[in-house]
């Protein structure tokens, strides 16, 4: 399953598929980028993050991918699992640590 | 490591009543943000604290909405008087470890001004 930038914030994918959150950012001087999850009922979690001056880092499960020409950040889940159903934000570090945020892309699992 | 702490987790109140949100970083962190976040407006940034000095306060409603960070170790979010427009859940997070950037998310508090 796939979501294009933030007017398409659901995303429902079969168990055990890849899933991919796509994120557009506004600012070109932001350094800084972050993904995180947020369960219902809890705060955002750190997922990944990944700097400018990278376009992929890879974590557990999870991948990140970075273009600056088109100012779009993306969220890779491999396998996907019935615990990754939560909403997804992307952030940009925009200044003195200050991250702005994104409104969301709701994932929901289906078994 | 206990994490960043909020209290209360739900606190429903009378419009006009005053609220107070109360915040505990993580130790070691210099960096104190406050959000809200609703449905309609997603996760908005109201302060931010650098070394117990507010830094930017821009996203602060009104002046009903004061925040103050005595020390390292505490942080409070007052509304007075509230309003049923304040009803969201009000998250602390704060950041400044080994990774600057990184913002740690507490619980949140779920405010329901009636």
């Known amino acids: 399953g796939e979501s294009v930038g933030l007017h398409l914030p659901t995303l429902s994918v079969q168990e055990g598929d890849n899933s991919i959150i796509n994120c557009a950012y506004s600012?070109?001087?932001?350094?800084?980028f972050i993904w995180y999850k947020q369960e219902s009922g809890k705060g955002p979690q750190f997922i990944i993050d990944i700097r400018s001056n990278m376009d992929k880092r890879q974590g557990q499960r999870v991948t990140v991918l970075l273009n600056k020409t088109v100012k779009h950040l993306s969220l890779q889940i491999a396998a996907t699992q019935p615990g990754d159903s939560a909403v997804y934000f992307c952030?940009?570090?925009?200044?003195?640590?200050?991250?702005?945020f994104g409104a969301g892309t709701t994932v929901t699992v289906r078994a | 490591d206990a994490g960043v702490i909020q209290s209360p987790r739900h606190e429903v109140t009378e419009m006009g009543q005053e609220v107070t949100l109360r915040c505990k970083p993580i130790?070691?962190?210099?960096?104190l943000f406050w959000y809200r976040q609703t449905m309609m407006r997603g996760l908005e940034l109201l302060i931010y604290?650098?070394?117990?000095?507010?830094?930017?306060d821009s996203g602060m409603p009104e002046d009903r909405f004061s925040a103050k960070m005595p020390n390292a170790s505490f942080s409070t979010l007052k509304i007075q008087p509230s309003e049923p427009r304040d009803s969201a859940v009000y998250f602390c997070a704060s950041s400044g470890g080994q990774s600057s950037y990184e913002q740690y998310f507490g619980p949140g508090t779920r405010l329901t001004v009636t």
């Open positions: 130790s070691g962190h210099n960096s």
């Open positions: 952030a940009e570090n925009t200044s003195d640590y200050k991250l702005s």
């Open positions: 600012n070109s001087a932001s350094d800084y």
């Open positions: 604290f650098n070394n117990n000095v507010p830094i930017d």
